[in-house]
């Protein structure tokens, strides 16, 4: 009986141990993958460091110019939860690698929870944080720590006019960051929206929120090629693989 009992328990400890070295191995794997669409999974930390913790406007356009999705909050229309607040998740640009203008762009379906909230009442928050970027887990920071900055970006949602110059611009920004938007069903009324800022609220360092001029926001000159960089990388690396 002794004998069994000691096997089975052999078996268990072996059969757990297996189980710990897998998943710690397909973990790596996530953290390591970076030949997917860029922000599929955990992304590797794209160029230099961020600004200086002072340099409020800088680092709000660091922040979002960095990010590949947003958390959007809209005021639901789900009449389970009509007029409370409702998060999703909306893949973001704010212009091309080469070319940031500081304001989200978003390619959007009617079908979508947002677009049906935003087709009722345009207000919403959007919020990007660097955690995206890898930067805060290189640093040990956790997402939640006030030096892994996270930038809440609060304002109205209008639709933008097709064939107009900034339609044109905001979709070619979009399908170069995002390729997989090219293959989206035809038939969901795809159309792109953007965010006229009201309010820019940060939480980059110790010591509560600060809020950022949206004037100064959208005039700062950010000449950051981080994501171009780090396009032309996974380029690189493609070629050299073939």
């Known amino acids: 009986m002794w004998k069994q009992l000691f096997i089975c328990l052999s ?6 141990e297996t189980k710990y070295y897998q998943e710690k191995q397909r973990n ?10 860029i922000g599929t999974r955990k992304s590797h930390h794209k160029g230099p460091s961020p600004p200086d ?5 800088a680092m709000a356009r660091y922040v979002l110019h960095n990010c590949d999705w947003a958390s959007i909050a809209t005021i639901s229309t789900l009449p389970a939860i009509e007029g409370f607040p ?3 998740v909306k893949s973001v640009v704010d212009g091309s690698m080469a070319n940031s203008t500081g304001i989200p762009y978003f390619y959007m379906s009617p079908l979508d929870f947002t677009a049906r909230d935003l087709s009722k009442n ?3 928050t959007i919020l990007v944080s660097l955690e995206q970027t890898r930067y ?3 640093q040990k920071y956790d997402p939640e720590d006030p030096r892994c900055t996270r930038l809440m ?3 109205k949602m209008k639709k933008i006019k097709e064939n107009t110059n900034e339609y044109q611009f905001a979709k070619a920004a979009l399908f170069e960051r995002h390729p997989a938007m090219a293959n989206f069903p035809a038939d969901h009324d795809w159309f792109i929206a953007k965010m006229k800022i009201a309010q820019i609220a940060m939480v980059d360092w110790f010591g509560g929120a600060k809020y950022v001029p949206v004037k100064d926001y959208l005039a700062y000159n950010y000449t950051g090629t981080e994501m171009l960089q780090y396009h032309n990388q996974l ?5 050299n693989d073939v």
Do not use: M, P, Q
């Open 11 to 16: 078996v268990i400890c072996i059969y757990g």
């Open 28 to 37: 790596e794997w996530v953290h390591k993958d970076d030949g997917n669409e």
């Open 53 to 57: 913790h002072t340099k409020l406007v």
């Open 86 to 88: 409702f998060s999703n």
């Open 122 to 124: 345009t207000r919403a």
């Open 136 to 138: 805060c887990e290189n």
């Open 153 to 155: 970006l609060s304002g």
């Open 235 to 239: 380029l690189h690396k493609f070629d």
